[in-house]
């Protein structure tokens, strides 16, 4: 699924301390992994990107440092839809170079020199990322809980606390995949997670 990201977005009601053990009554788990990541996403003052849906960001972790475009986000049903452009970048950048991302990820008037020119931070985002993976309805999901905190560009500070389930793979066809998201959120349910629906994105959060 190259460029695409489908998603559910979850905030999560209290601190989770036993998902792995909990999606084993879901599906088959592996890949169990827990990483910190540090982001900071960026706009202009007039908020250009904001204005075409689009997320700028540069992540940070301990073994890599990506720039990341997400853009033409659709909410289906709770669903996030929307292509997502990842490059691996210097870790002394201070900002992320547009020009590293395919020309179609942009609007044909967007003009990408002027905008880079006025690029500014708008809020830091960090932590600690639980990450495993799911297997089940012929899918593989991406399961990733984040905990920590949104600082604004004020230096205030909002806790941090959703679960975020990523479609990987799947064999399922494409009219049939909000169905797929159907069932997960089923067993989910059954599953006595506690999970509220979370519309936005970490960045639109801190907007």
């Known amino acids: 699924m190259q460029n695409k990201e489908l998603e559910l977005k979850f905030g999560y009601v209290g601190h ?18 827990v990483e910190h990541l540090d982001n900071t996403y960026f706009d202009t003052p007039n908020k250009d990107l904001f204005a075409i849906k689009a997320g700028l960001r540069i992540r940070r972790s301990v073994d890599y440092c990506e720039q990341t475009l997400k ?36 609007p044909k008037s967007f003009d990408i020199d002027a905008i880079q ?6 809020c830091r985002i960090n932590f600690t990322r639980n990450l495993f993976n799911v297997e089940l309805l012929d899918s593989v999901f991406e ?12 230096g205030a500070k909002h806790p941090l606390n959703e679960l975020e389930v990523e479609l990987k793979e799947t064999k399922v066809k494409n009219e049939d995949i909000l169905d797929l998201f159907s069932l997960l959120c089923t067993q989910l349910a059954n599953n006595n997670i506690p999970l509220v629906l979370e519309p936005f994105s970490k960045m639109h959060r801190a907007a």
């Open 71 to 106: 853009v033409k986000g659709e909410n289906i049903g709770g669903l996030h839809k929307r292509n997502e452009y990842n490059v691996d970048i210097k870790r002394s950048a201070e900002v992320p170079n547009l020009s590293k991302f395919p020309n179609e990820a942009f």
């Open 16 to 33: 989770a301390t036993d998902l792995f053990e909990i999606f084993k009554n879901i599906g088959k788990v592996s890949d169990q992994n």
């Open 143 to 154: 399961v990733a809980y984040d905990n920590g905190f949104i600082e604004t560009r004020d």
């Open 117 to 122: 020119k006025k690029l500014e931070k708008v």
